[in-house]
């Protein structure tokens, strides 16, 4: 399944209202870290039809960043009914990103 650019205006529908788990990958085009997470994120979101993997630009969506109080980049979420169910902070490997699903 393609990543999908989450915004503002399609949060709810996307990650809020979603029936499979969602992975989120809270980033920046500057992070260093984050350029090295990016593409295993987007590996992940090819292999597992069963996730719904999504990216929020922490410089275009200041809210969505403000709302989940992410205060370093990246910051990866994984959201299950609506809620939390998992978060880190910093580049991971790929095996550990897919321990937190």
Known sequence: ?????????????????SDKPVLLDFWASWC??????S???????QENSQIKVGKINVDEQPELAQQFQVMSIPTL????????????????????ILAML
């Open 32 to 37: 260093g870290p984050c350029r090295m997470v």
């Open 77 to 96: 979420m994984v959201i299950k009914d609506g809620k939390i169910a998992n978060q880190s902070v910093g580049a991971k490997p790929k095996a550990a």
């Open 1 to 17: 399944m393609a990543v999908i650019t989450i915004t503002k205006a399609n949060f709810d529908q996307e990650v809020l209202h």
């Open 39 to 45: 593409p295993i994120v987007d590996e992940i979101a």
